[in-house]
Each structure stands twice: as structure tokens, then as C-alpha cells.
């Protein structure tokens, strides 16, 4: 079955860290590219490029796929999940952040008296543009291969 006897040995869950891990950092250096500030909170926020849930679930799945075989269930729930994941960053967490805008805007509108005019903004970057979905995919499956080519060479 399981070839991982400890979490520390835990193919897929090391690709799944290491693909968030590598999402999270590549978003925290081009928000400094582009804007010549760190910006700290981008290496736990969500929404950007690449999106970090679709690389975690994506490499996830595809280590899965490669320690257990992807003809079998485990990959298929993990499959299943990262489907759902990489659509909900699109769908309702991408529609959720764009309301979040207009909501935002509508209370800047307020006059000062307003009881709504003092509250704290909504977060606005919730989801994800499919390149961004598509990216982060391809992040997480790439970091897979290559956590599956490091243990091959290494037996």
C-alpha cells in the first residue's frame, strides 16, 4: 500500500507544502517586482498568480497518482477534490471577491454621518482568473514530477 511511514517521509503531503510554499513565494516576489515593496501579507493571502490552493490540490493529486497509482481511488478522490477546489476559486470565490469590491465601494460612497460609512473594507482578492487556476495547476503537477524523478533517482 503506503510506501510513507512518517509524516516527515509523506510524499504527497511534502508536494503538496512545497507546491504552496513555491505559490506562495512566487506571489510575494512579483508583488515586489511590481510594486518595489514587500508586501508581507502576501505569503499567506489568497487570490493572485499562481493560485496556491489549485498547486497544493494539484500535486497533491498527481503525487497521489504516482505513489498509489492512477487507476486507483485514493488518486480519485484527490482528483475529485482538486477539481472542486480549482472550480470554486473560479466560480464562487472569484464572484464573492468582485461583490466584495462593489460593496466596498458602495460604503466609500456614504455620507460620514452613515452608521455603515466607518466599516472596515471587504477583502477583495478571494479568488482566482483561470490562468491564474491554470498556472498553479501546473505548478503543483510540475513540483510532483519532480518530487517522484528526486525519489526515483534516489532508490
Known sequence: MSSSSNIFTNYPLLCALVAFTM???IKFFTSWYKERRW???QLVGSG???S???ATVAALATAIGFQEGFGGA???IALILACVVMYDATGVRLQAGRQAEVLNQ???ELPAEHPLAESRPLHELLGHTPP???AGGLLGIVTAVVGHLII???S
Open 52 to 54: 496556491s490552493h489549485s
Open 106 to 108: 458602495i460604503v466609500y
Open 152 to 154: 526515483l533517482s534516489a
Open 48 to 50: 493572485g498568480m499562481p
Open 23 to 25: 505559490a506562495q513565494s
Open 132 to 134: 491564474q487556476v491554470v
Open 39 to 41: 508586501d508581507i501579507k
Open 74 to 76: 485514493l488518486f480519485a
